[in-house]
T-cell receptor, first 115, second 113 residues
Framework: EAQVTQNPRYLITVTGKKLTVTCSQN?????MSWYRQDPGLGLRQIYY???????DKGDVPEGYKVSRKEKRNFPLILESPSPNQTSLYFC??????????????FGPGTRLTVT | AQSVTQLGSHVSVSEGALVLLRCNYS??????LFWYVQYPNQGLQLLLK??????LVKGINGFEAEFKKSETSFHLTKPSAHMSDAAEYFC???????????FGRGTSLIVHP
């Protein structure tokens, strides 16, 4: 089954404690992306990756890091989480956007609470 | 840079009534256009997409959208709302000179019995 998986689905942590949210896709997609969803603000892109070892900042990259060492995985790293990073996070993947009408496939989401 | 505007953060309809969710985009060339739906506690899933093959696009669950180049619009409609249609709906655009997909802020559809 084609899917994007994220782990964990729910996470409560404290300020400053480093954490990683994993994302994996099994569709051999080149493009992967991280979004955060907050009430009234819709989806905001954090980072994206066009392919292995190619990453770039989205609209709200501050406080986040990513890596793309393998095509299937795109972890999101919060080195020192703060309460303003409390949000619902989504990972997505697709074939190269802009080269065709390629829809994005979304993971189920990770709800993060930073106290 | 391209942008997407969804008019109305909330739309409320009665069960059986017409659903109309508005989406306008700005792009120098015709882009690829998408509607996604997000049911409570789930990720987004594709509802339908415009690929330039036809201006009227049919999607899942009875939804359809019409691409109007002159109005730079891609509004989503459904003739008769069902309670199960209550969800968040996102319009998105890619291509049209920009590689990176851009999402609208979303419209929450509320369906009253």
């Amino acid at each position: 089954e084609a899917q994007v998986t994220q782990n964990p689905r729910y996470l409560i942590t404290v300020t400053g404690k480093k954490l990683t949210v994993t994302c994996s896709q099994n569709m051999n997609h080149e493009y992967m992306s991280w979004y955060r969803q907050d009430p009234g603000l819709g989806l905001r892109q954090i980072y994206y990756s066009m392919n292995v070892e190619v990453t770039d900042k989205g609209d709200v990259p501050e406080g986040y890091k990513v890596s793309r060492k393998e095509k299937r995985n795109f972890p999101l790293i919060l080195e020192s989480p703060s309460p303003n990073q409390t949000s619902l996070y989504f990972c997505a993947s697709s074939r190269p956007p802009g080269q065709g009408a390629y829809e994005q496939y979304f993971g189920p989401g990770t709800r993060l609470t930073v106290t | 840079a391209q942008s997407v505007t969804q008019l109305g953060s909330h739309v409320s309809v009665s069960e059986g009534a017409l659903v109309l969710l508005r989406c306008n985009y700005s792009s120098s060339v015709p882009p690829y256009l998408f509607w996604y739906v997000q049911y409570p506690n789930q990720g987004l899933q594709l509802l339908l997409k415009y690929t330039s093959a036809a201006t009227l696009v049919k999607g899942i669950n009875g939804f359809e959208a019409e691409f109007k180049k002159s109005e730079t619009s891609f509004h989503l409609t459904k003739p008769s709302a069902h309670m199960s249609d209550a969800a968040e709906y996102f319009c998105a655009v890619s291509g049209g000179g920009s590689y990176i997909p851009t999402f609208g802020r979303g419209t929450s559809l509320i369906v009253h019995p």
